[in-house]
C-alpha cells in the first residue's frame, strides 16, 4: 500500500463544478503540500499547510492531522484549471516529500 | 525573473554518455533538492543539499553525482547514462530544511536516452 493515496485519479468535470480532490497518507508528518502540474509540464506549489484551512482565490485546501487526510477543493472550475494535482506530505521524521500519484483533472466549458 | 531555472530543458543523448543538468535559485534559499519524474509521472526525491552540504541522498546509483558549488547552485551530473534514466528531472528549492514556506519548482529537464 502506498503511503499517500489521491483519489479519484481521474476526474472530469463542467465548467462551472465544484471539485474535490482526496488525499490520505499513512506517515507522520510536518506538513503536505499540494501541488499542480500542466500538461507542459512545471509544477506549482499551491500550499503548503500544516493545520486547519487555507484559501486562495477558488481553491481551498484543508488538512486534518487526526484522520491524516487532506482535501483541496476548487470552486467554479474552469478549463484553465485542468492539470495534474499531486498531494506532497513532507515525512515529520526525514523531512522529505512523499509524493501522491496525482489527480488527473479535466474541466470542459 | 525565474525563481528556480534549470537548464537544459530538453537532453537528448544516447546510452552510455555522460551529462550535466544545472540548476539555479535566485531565491536566497538554503535548501535545495532534485526530483525524478518518472514515465508514469511519479514523482521520487533523489537529493537534497542544504547550504552546499548533502543531506538527503535517497537510493539512486552512484552514476548520479550531484554538485553544489554554492547555495545557490546545485548541478546534477550522470555518467554512463542508462535507458532507465529516461525521466523528467526537477530541481526545486525552499528556505531552509523544515521550512513551513513552500518549495519552489524548476519547469524540469526532460532527459531521453536513445
Known sequence: KNEVEQSPQNLTAQEGEFITINCSYSVGISALHWLQQHPGGGIVSLFMLSSGKKKHGRLIATINIQEKHSSLHITASHPRDSAVYICAPRSYNTDKLIFGTGTRLQVFP | ?114
Not at chain 2, 5 to 27: A, F, H, R, W
Not at chain 2, 42 to 71: A, C, G, H, Q
Not at chain 2, 86 to 99: D, E, K, R
Request: glycine share 6%; net charge neutral; proline share 5%.
Open chain 2, 1 to 114: 525573473d525565474t525563481a528556480v531555472s534549470q537548464t537544459p530543458k530538453y537532453l537528448v543523448t544516447q546510452m552510455g554518455n555522460d551529462k550535466s543538468i544545472k540548476c539555479e535559485q535566485n531565491l536566497g534559499h538554503d535548501t535545495m533538492y532534485w526530483y525524478k519524474q518518472d514515465s508514469k509521472k511519479f514523482l521520487k526525491i533523489m537529493f537534497s543539499y542544504n547550504n552546499k552540504e548533502l543531506i538527503i541522498n535517497e537510493t539512486v546509483p552512484n552514476r548520479f553525482s550531484p554538485k553544489s558549488p554554492d547555495k545557490a547552485h546545485l548541478n546534477l551530473h550522470i555518467n554512463s547514462l542508462e535507458l532507465g534514466d529516461s525521466a523528467v528531472y526537477f530541481c526545486a528549492s525552499s528556505p531552509n530544511m523544515g521550512s513551513n514556506q513552500p518549495q519552489h519548482f524548476g519547469d524540469g529537464t526532460r532527459l531521453s536516452i536513445l
